[in-house]
């Protein structure tokens, strides 16, 4: 005999059940208690319970009956949870039946499933519009799928994704015809039921009978549901969708024809289910970018699992430009317990999407400069590559070592062209992004150089550099005398070059080229006589000479301290040294200070163990080794084997010493300085002024990294023999690519002349 306490609870269960704040009931929405109608789910569902107890050696021919004693409720629970359950199999009077059917309603309770306006005595007593709900309420979670939104709409979701040419309104008179139910017979399937678009729809028992024989021939699908009762007009929404969700179940034909098309699409995301896979947003990005959609950062997309909302966003976002609504938020979507059906119809709709090019490759940018001087400006294209862009959608981006740069764009049929003007030495980025998303090739680089027009000696003149033309022009304004002109240019090193005179009507021209870094005299005589301002001179720089002093401090260095590069231009010539410290192609804060004369220091601070590229420039050109590589907290790498000449080791080859040693050896060789402040000052943290001024500036962040001046292309003399070592290999032949230097004189009747540039 049982236990009051046991008495109590099953009696309790049932009153529970029976509350007015109940759902299962409810849910069929039988009206007027149509026959028809309720004879058409208790088939539907009377078959579909038989289903579930086909190996248990029981069935059930009417649920209001074969249910009462709770024997198939028990086992038909057990079957769906998969774990026995306490029950009484041989019945004897009505109190072992209520023990069974609230054995098993507990189970279901446990379950998640919520039972109100049923109980035991229900049951036991065979009302059968309660036990019609408690049959859905079982088919919605243990078999479509429960969660907190009605699965109807998933449902719904999906079978008009999967049949784009059929119209699909409900689960019952859309189906009547048979023909929709044969279109999904071929979906899973592609080519079992080819000709459903030439079926008669006034033919539907026919129709629906040979779907369903496919169907379950096929995917062993049940015919739950008579061909007769499916085509009625009676076919109530339950039945139908009992019936349907055997193909989108998971593991049903439609769930894996769904899943066989999106590891088609996208193969590389190894995707397995329609739950865990989705979400991180990975998978569904990589979706949409496949057909075309704009996913801003995708490539860099965080899978923590704080970002993964954020990142279905971006991908839903993405896929509403492509047409597709989203049925499942973000939230839902990322939550880890999401049920298969929601992402599954989403997903679904994405099948008949016609891939387009991605907004990253609907356009090309092209840009004719990746150097230039500052100031000068610099213009760039943009082609369309596919027939329809929307002008809207493209943003243009310049940005320079100082931040964004004014940027002009016309737009054109067939593209737009951009311009804008660097006004900074630096690295400047184009970027272009259309739909939001970066266009392919973006960021383009275009390094801005030193302005050389800066660089000037007294009296006007600008340096030039070894292997330049110098072209001196005299003017005689018609004097008519045929006395002897000669032009003489007198080396540093005191060497004399004659310089071949022609007279064409009157105007001599002379021309010679420098081999030596100095100052340079030429004279301009007439019968053995200097002219007006003769001799002039001509500053010659040598931007080969450079020497890069403590490269091999680098491996040594620690990260977040300032580490600094000794540069010694002393055998340059005059001229102005400017640096630009990178890392990764970006330019990195950094201050140059000139110490002593011709002796800089370059000081910044690395914040990660890396490869560093350090580019010299003198007097605006980019000298030769440029950019130098410094390993700065690794090793260098060994140099790989060549059959190429050696040559000498530059004095950045010495041992390491400490920086002020170096500092203090070289100010003595080469010279003593009276000075005790500083000469130039480079400062990358500083906006200032280029113009010079007895304390110059100059900020890094203006560097530029393209080489308009490559000087290992200078012609060195071979008569002359540098005092720098780095000129040890300077007498290879190389090409002279400077603009030359016109030097001219107006020679007047009165033998005065006057000298311009």
């Known amino acids: 005999m049982e236990s009051e ?54 069935k059930v021919e009417d649920l209001s009956e074969d249910l009462r004693d709770g024997v198939a409720l028990v086992t038909l629970v057990e079957i769906l949870q998969k774990r026995n359950l306490r029950k009484v199999r041989k019945v004897n009077n009505q109190h072992q039946a209520l023990e069974n059917v609230t ?35 079982l088919i919605m979670h243990y078999q479509i799928g429960q969660s907190k939104f009605p699965p109807k709409k998933f449902m719904h979701s999906w079978l008009k994704s999967v049949l784009p040419d059929c119209k699909v309104g409900n689960f019952t008179t859309d189906w009547n015809s048979g023909i929709n139910l044969s279109a999904l017979v071929d979906y899973c399937k592609p080519g079992v039921f080819r000709n459903w678009k030439n079926l008669d729809p006034n033919n539907g028992t026919e129709n629906c009978r040979h779907a369903m024989e496919i169907a379950k021939r096929e995917f062993n699908i049940p015919m739950v549901l008579e061909p007769e009762y499916l085509s009625s007009p009676y076919l109530d929404d339950l039945s139908g969708m009992t019936y349907l969700s055997y193909f989108m179940k998971e593991g049903g034909p439609g769930y894996s024809a769904t899943l066989d098309w999106v590891q088609h699409a996208i193969p590389e995301c190894n995707v397995t289910n329609f739950t865990t896979d989705w979400n991180d947003g990975h998978a569904l990005s990589t979706l949409v970018k496949k057909l075309g959609g704009p996913v801003p950062g995708y490539k860099t997309f965080d899978k923590d699992h704080s970002k993964w909302e954020k990142n279905i966003q971006i991908a ?3 896929g509403r430009k492509l047409g597709v ?46 150097n230039v001087r500052i100031n000068n400006p610099v213009s760039f294209k943009l082609e369309y590559l596919v027939s329809e862009v929307v002008r809207s959608e493209i943003k243009v981006h310049v940005n320079g070592p100082h931040g964004p740069v004014r940027t002009e764009l016309n737009f054109g049929p067939r593209g737009a062209k951009g311009e804008f003007t660097p006004s900074y030495v630096g ?71 004659e310089c071949p005179i022609n007279n064409e009507d009157g105007v001599f021209t002379a021309m010679f080229k420098p081999d030596e870094p100095g100052e340079w005299s030429i004279a301009v005589t007439y019968e053995d006589q200097h002219i007006q301002g003769s001799p002039f001179h001509c500053h010659v720089y040598d931007p080969n000479a450079i020497q890069v002093l403590n490269l091999n401090d680098g491996p040594k260095a620690p990260t977040g301290k300032p580490f600094t590069l000794l540069l010694d231009s002393a055998a340059c010539g005059f001229g102005d040294v400017k640096t630009d410290v990178t890392l990764a192609g970006v330019s990195q804060p950094s201050k140059t200070l000139e110490v002593d004369q011709n002796l800089y220091e370059v000081t910044f601070t690395p914040f990660e163990a890396a490869k560093y590229r350090i580019y010299v420039y003198f007097n605006g050109h980019e000298v030769k080794g440029s950019p130098f590589n410094l390993y700065l907290g690794v090793e260098k790498p060994p140099e790989r084997k060549s059959k190429a000449k050696k040559v000498k080791k530059s004095s950045s080859n010495k041992d390491s010493k400490d920086i002020n040693e170096i500092v203090k050896e070289y100010a003595t060789i080469r010279h003593k300085s009276g000075a005790d402040t500083l000469v130039k000052t480079f400062d990358s943290s500083l906006d200032r002024s280029l ?33 720098s070592k780095m000129l040890s290999s300077a007498t290879q032949e190389e090409k002279a690519s400077h603009v030359p230097r016109i030097i001219s004189f107006n020679f007047g009747p009165e033998s005065k002349a006057q000298f311009d540039v």
């Open 5 to 58: 306490e046991e008495q109590f609870r099953m009696n309790h269960a049932g009153l529970v059940a029976r509350s007015t704040a109940g759902h299962a009931a409810r849910g069929m929405k039988i009206k007027d208690q149509d026959n028809m109608w309720i004879n058409i789910q208790h088939h539907t569902f009377r078959n579909w319970v038989n289903v579930q107890l086909r190996d248990t050696g029981l």
């Open 103 to 137: 054995s098993a309603l507990n189970a279901i309770a446990e379950d998640g499933i919520k039972l109100v306006n049923i109980g035991n005595v229900d049951i036991v007593n065979g009302n059968l519009k309660l036990i019609l709900g408690l049959v859905w309420s």
């Open 316 to 318: 839903q976002e993405g």
């Open 325 to 370: 609504e989203a049925v499942l938020g973000p939230h839902d979507m990322a939550r880890q317990d999401v049920e298969y059906l929601g992402p599954m119809a989403y997903v679904a709709n994405y099948q008949w999407i016609t891939a387009k090019e991605p907004a990253s490759e609907a356009i090309r940018v092209k840009c004719d400069h990746d």
């Open 427 to 497: 690295f400047h980025e184009i970027i272009v992004t259309y739909e939001e998303e970066t266009v392919e090739g973006c960021p383009v680089r275009v390094r801005a150089l030193p302005d050389v027009s800066k660089v000037m000696v007294k009296g006007g003149l600008e340096p030039c550099a070894i292997g330049s033309i110098v072209e001196v022009l005299i003017n005689s304004n018609g004097t008519g005398r045929d006395g002897e002109m000669d032009v003489k240019a007198y080396a540093p090193s005191r060497r004399v070059l």
């Open 691 to 723: 113009n010079k001024t007895s304390n110059n500036s100059y900020n890094s962040l203006n560097r530029s990294i393209d080489r308009s001046f490559d000087s290992s292309t200078l012609k060195t003399s071979k008569t002359y023999e540098s005092s």
